[in-house]
């Protein structure tokens, strides 16, 4: 017989076993009770004791409800009234009517309305829009220097000073949940959401080297403001929400579409520019969405008081 042949038969003779495989250990019964009960003890040390109540608290911050309560609940169409009559290129394009929230931002509204009805003798009339974004529109406001500061000087009007703008803001970022600054919304900028954060340095002072703060740029006036033609969440941190436009949307959205500078913001040449902190690099930023028309408030003031 071939060795072959013998040596299949040999196999073929094998008693047959089953096929065995290593087997895990398992710990007694009693081990994973304990170590059962000892993972359930640790996550309610972690967690605290279960308080029905507190839960429901819980539930209530996150529900999708509580996200889109709006951050003034008052009506705007049942108080102080403003209007602002708007012209492109000197071609007038309508009326804007904001209803303010005298009530809930009384330091805010009250600003507003002092310039839009020229209560301290100067007012927005004759003054421009000098941004148009995406999602709002700017209006420059009245400078510090030159008439429009000479003016509020004589009259007691401190256009510097913030009064109670700033109080106002922190305490609206700190209760409205959500965005603020929804479209239709008009806002008073109280920070310049552009200006770079203070530049640390070192300073000699009495003989002895302390580190300083270099501020870069000039905070605002209180007198700029914006209208949201869509929902601007960027502004919640800069800009303070005074009221809501009830009449003359159509005419901010044409503000809207006023062809304006390219933003250049995405060219590797200004990237650079503002990475080193060049200074035009900030000049040209503040250029950017300038509209290429003159957006102009002709006239403005208050049409209704019934606080």
Not at 30 to 37: A, C, G
Not at 79 to 99: C, H, M, T, W, Y
Not at 148 to 162: F, Y
């Amino acid at each position: 017989m071939h060795s072959s042949s013998r040596f299949l038969c040999q196999i073929h003779q094998l008693p047959l076993k089953p096929l065995q495989f290593p087997v895990t250990q398992t710990p007694p019964p009693n081990q994973i009770l304990r170590r059962d009960l000892t993972f359930s003890s640790l996550l309610l040390i972690m967690m605290g004791p279960l308080n029905p109540q507190s839960l429901r608290a819980e539930t209530l911050v996150i529900t999708p409800d509580k996200a889109i309560v709006p951050c003034v609940d008052k009506n705007p169409e049942t108080g102080k009234q403003a209007f602002l009559d708007v012209s492109i290129n000197g071609e007038p394009v309508g009326r804007i009517v904001i209803g303010l929230y005298s009530d809930v931002v009384p330091s805010g509204s009250s600003r507003f309305s002092d310039l839009v009805s020229g209560a301290g003798g100067v007012s927005y009339r004759s003054k421009e829009f000098v941004k148009i974004m995406p999602n709002y529109v700017q209006h420059g406001g009245l400078r510090y220097y030159g008439g429009d500061a000479e003016i509020a000087r004589k009259t007691g009007s401190k256009l510097p000073v913030l009064d109670g703008l700033v109080d106002e803001l922190e305490k609206q970022n700190g209760s409205c949940v959500g965005t603020k600054n929804v479209a239709k919304s008009v806002s008073i900028i109280v920070r310049d959401p552009l200006k770079p954060p203070p530049k640390l340095s070192l300073v000699a002072t009495e003989g002895k080297l302390e580190i300083g703060q270099d501020e870069v740029g000039t905070d605002p006036n209180g007198t700029e403001f914006v209208i949201a033609t869509k929902d601007s969440p960027e502004l919640d941190a800069s800009a303070l929400v005074v009221g809501r436009v009830i009449e003359g949307m159509d005419v901010v959205e044409r503000i809207g579409r006023v062809e304006t500078v390219k933003d250049n913001t995405s060219s590797p040449y200004f990237r650079v520019a503002k990475l080193i902190e060049d200074k035009r690099a900030v000049v040209a930023e503040r250029g950017f969405n300038k509209p290429h028309s003159k957006v102009v408030i002709t006239n403005c003031g208050l049409i209704m008081d019934a606080t």
